[in-house]
């Protein structure tokens, strides 16, 4: 059985964006492109409702490339458990009240066993600062918490 990663909405908006003119950018708009193209057959992905809906926002035709690569990738619902956990993350200090929709990416992958959660948002998400916090709360919450990383931190070479 293969890994499952959830793909949360900045990797599915790098992936398909205009090349950007700013090196970082355009190097994590690479590196997304690259774990795309060559490495997501190893794992299944999933992403959420959450992420479908900040999908669709913005730019129509942006919106339309989105929602078209999220096509036939499973998508996990909200639930009271979900709930519950981002109120702890967001009443833990780690998530803004107003990015709870982090705080959801990172609860629904965690209440549905999901090992690994794929992001470029390191200032909510993938945040080595707040790692450590956001897995004790987790694990207080009786899950295990998700991988949290860049498309490039889960590529092999």
């Known amino acids: 059985m293969r890994p ?24 994590r708009q690479q590196a997304t492109r690259e774990w795309w193209d060559t490495r997501r057959g190893e794992f299944d992905l999933v992403v959420s409702e959450i992420v479908v809906q900040e999908a669709a926002e913005g730019d129509a035709e942006a919106a339309r490339k989105r929602l078209a690569t999220l ?3 499973p998508s996990l619902a909200l639930s ?8 702890a993350l967001v009443s833990g200090g780690l998530v803004p009240q107003q990015w709870i929709e982090d705080a959801f ?10 090992e690994f959660l794929v992001t470029w948002n390191c200032k909510h998400i993938a945040n080595a600062k707040l790692r450590n916090e956001i897995e004790r709360i987790i694990e207080d919450h009786g899950f295990a918490c ?7 931190e889960l590529m092999e070479d």
């Open 146 to 152: 998700p991988v949290i990383c860049t498309p490039e």
């Open 80 to 87: 009271h458990e979900v709930l519950s956990l981002a109120e």
């Open 71 to 73: 096509e036939g990738i």
């Open 105 to 114: 990416h990172i609860a629904i992958a965690a209440v549905n066993g999901i």
């Open 4 to 27: 499952k990663v959830y793909i949360e909405t900045t990797v599915v908006s790098y992936l398909t964006s205009r090349d950007s003119p700013v090196p970082l950018v355009a190097g």
